[in-house]
């Protein structure tokens, strides 16, 4: 058998399992097992009113989860802290956003930590970063601040949480070292062990386990382990058998060349054709899209109307990361002084719910699962689904901006 044939053979073994796995979603959502609170709310990748607050409540010895101090102690072995007293872990304190003063010129002091735990003479500071990578979220001198805030109070731990367990940004941390002044802990490893040890615990307290199940689920999936487990071991052993091919796959496809392939082989031409048709110009751009916002090359494309003379509606993968977004924005070559007069929140679009001098308009993360990069993108760009997307959400965008101009304001 030869390389190709290993190839094709290593992913029909993995369609397989990957279609086995949509057809028992399909089935657990029948059954109502795919609910999850967490979604419905949108609150999925909300730092401060999901992802702190929920882990500080179950932390917290007087929580409503009547665990007492039970699940604050299974966390602090993970965090490889000493062992406490019951006494001394039922007098622990655990605040959410705890204020350390202003944040000074310098952004050397100051600052609001996302979770504080105050337990005997320890202090542990827990800087959580549930955005992916690439996505803007270090805070200049954020680590360095809470660092220098920690060591009045020894002993002390910091942890910068992420998805992930990526180190915090050279803008951020400064010259501390992670490992050594503060430590890495994961959403996919380390938060997912905790809650499903939480589980366990809760085992008499039947909503609490329940409510611990669904966020082990939002985790999984925000972590992309949430594949069912069968499925799963069929795919390893599968990638175990043909691991020559599978390492062949993940070192020679570049995710951004898939992309721009099956994006110029299926997409492009339709596209065109659609800004043909609503009268609106169409442009793209892999590698040397520059986002003015963070300052990196991206790869996307956008749609502009003639008269606008340096607007555009971008869709933009960002760069270090599997996300999509869309929002207006000036064009490439363009300045952004025009633009940013009309950075004021009654101008945002109804659609997003974040905006800032780059996005006046706002600007969001599209559908998932078109969001999450090359593996679902691109089935997406072959069978049509993603173009129907784009031209929908360009039609919407549209709409709203039309609404703008009959309030007198136009895209410059």
């Not at 702190?52 to 010895?61: G, H, K, R, T, Y």
């Not at 009045?152 to 803008?171: C, N, Q, R, V, W």
């Not at 933009?316 to 363009?334: A, C, F, H, L, N």
Request: glycine letters at 6%; proline letters at 4%.
């Amino acid at each position: 058998m030869n390389d190709l044939e290993k190839l094709e053979e290593l992913l029909s073994e993995v369609q397989k399992c990957v279609d086995k796995d949509t057809q028992i979603k399909k089935e657990q959502f029948q059954r109502g097992e795919c609910f999850n609170v967490f979604d419905v709310l949108n609150l999925r990748t909300s730092e401060t009113r999901t992802h702190s607050a929920f882990l500080a409540e179950l932390l917290n010895p007087e929580g409503s989860h009547g665990c007492g101090s039970e699940l604050l102690k299974i966390f602090l072995e993970k965090c490889g802290i000493p062992d406490f007293s019951e006494e001394d872990l039922r007098k622990a304190k655990v605040t959410t956003e705890y204020y350390i003063g202003p944040v000074d010129e310098d952004k050397k002091e100051g600052g609001r930590i996302d979770i504080l735990i105050q337990v005997k003479n320890w202090t542990v500071v827990i800087e959580n970063k549930i955005k992916f990578v690439g996505q803007p979220g270090d805070q200049p001198n954020q680590i360095l601040r809470y660092y220098k805030f920690a060591s009045t109070k020894p002993p002390f731990k910091i942890f910068y949480l992420t998805l992930d367990g990526h180190e915090a940004s050279p803008d951020s941390a400064g010259k501390l070292k992670a490992g050594k002044d503060y430590f890495l802990m994961s959403y996919k490893r380390d938060i997912l062990d905790f809650i499903q040890k939480s589980e366990l615990a809760a085992i008499r307290k039947p909503l609490v386990r329940e409510t611990l199940i669904q966020y082990e689920n939002l985790i999984k999936k925000l972590t992309k382990q949430d594949m069912d487990t069968q499925q799963e071991q069929k795919v390893f052993e599968t990638v175990a058998k043909y691991a020559e091919a599978f390492v062949k796959i993940k070192d020679e496809i570049d995710e951004v060349l898939l992309t721009q392939w099956a994006h110029k082989k299926y997409v492009r031409t339709k596209l065109e054709q659609f800004a043909k048709e609503n009268g609106l110009e169409y442009k793209d751009d892999y590698g040397n899209l520059w986002n003015k916002w963070n300052k990196k090359e991206e790869n996307g494309f956008y749609f502009y109307k003639p008269e606008w003379k340096i607007s555009a509606i971008f869709i933009i993968k960002e760069q270090g990361s599997d996300k999509y977004y869309s929002g207006i924005s000036s064009r490439p070559e363009e300045s952004l002084k025009e633009l940013k007069k009309l950075n004021k929140q009654e101008n945002r679009l109804s659609i997003y719910k974040e905006q800032n001098e780059c996005w006046p308009l706002g600007w969001g993360y599209i559908r998932e699962p078109f969001a999450w990069g090359a593996p679902y993108v691109v089935p997406g760009m072959v069978n049509g689904d993603f173009v129907k997307y784009v031209e929908y959400l360009v039609l919407k965008i549209l709409g709203e901006i039309k609404e703008l101009e009959k309030k007198g304001i136009k895209l410059p």
